[in-house]
T-cell receptor
Framework: RKEVEQDPGPFNVPEGATVAFNCTYSNSASQSFFWYRQDCRKEPKLLMSVYSSGNEDGRFTAQLNRASQYISLLIRDSKLSDSATYLCVVNMEGLGGGYNKLIFGAGTRLAVHP | EAGVAQSPRYKIIEKRQSVAFWCNPI?????LYWYQQILGQGPKLLIQ????????DSQLPKDRFSAERLKGVDSTLKIQPAKLEDSAVYLC??????????????FGPGTRLTVT
């Protein structure tokens, strides 16, 4: 089983649509969680952190369910500029302790069309 | 603030040849990472440095890959000899020490390697 699993998509949605991405992780000891955005042929960039209480940043809402080991990202009022790959990322303590490492999912592709 | 710099941006080599990538992290960032991203997959950590010491190289194919971070700043990643399956984007990232539960990594633009 992969450590972080995502639906690869692609999700093809019209402008203005609401779209949700899901992600599951296998290690219950995972400590923190993030969504990164990666545009085509570009490097990943942090979109937002995911907090246990859920958090919102403009049109983006992230939620975490530790019991189900499940993370979600909701995008409201999609824009053409939201077209990208969204990477679910889990931060866990490295083997032997003393440091942290990020585990990336394979990403979910979003294509927003006019 | 200058970002993470990487060079070259693109490299095409034949299998069994050698190649080296260079990374200059954001000034003051103690932690440096090298990732491999194969098309259609997420980045996979190859090696993580804390200053100039290695803290995780569990997924580095040590028979052909090597990396160093001299003086705790710049880093180089080398592949010798290259295989077809090494074709990927090699991303360098850096971060400050983990603060307040957050752990943001800043990525460079990557080096796109094609092995023919």
């Amino acid at each position: 089983r992969k450590e972080v699993e995502q639906d690869p998509g692609p999700f093809n949605v019209p402008e203005g649509a609401t779209v949700a991405f899901n992600c599951t992780y296998s290690n219950s000891a995972s400590q923190s969680f993030f969504w990164y955005r990666q545009d085509c042929r570009k490097e990943p960039k942090l979109l937002m952190s995911v907090y246990s209480s859920g958090n919102e940043d403009g049109r983006f809402t992230a939620q975490l369910n530790r019991a189900s080991q499940y993370i979600s990202l909701l995008i409201r009022d999609s824009k053409l500029s939201d077209s990208a790959t969204y990477l679910c990322v889990v931060n866990m303590e490295g083997l032997g302790g003393g440091y942290n490492k990020l585990i990336f999912g394979a990403g979910t592709r979003l294509a927003v069309h006019p | 603030e200058a970002g993470v710099a990487q060079s070259p941006r693109y490299k095409i080599i034949e299998k069994r040849q050698s190649v080296a990538f260079w990374c200059n992290p954001i000034s003051g960032h103690a932690t440096l990472y090298w990732y491999q991203q194969i098309l259609g997959q997420g980045p996979k950590l190859l090696i993580q440095f804390q200053n100039n010491g290695v803290v995780d190289d569990s997924q580095l194919p040590k028979d052909r890959f090597s990396a160093e971070r001299l003086k705790g700043v710049d880093s180089t990643l080398k592949i010798q000899p290259a295989k077809l399956e090494d074709s990927a984007v090699y991303l360098c990232a850096s971060s400050l020490e983990r603060l307040a539960g957050l752990y943001e990594q800043y990525f460079g633009p990557g080096t796109r390697l094609t092995v023919t």
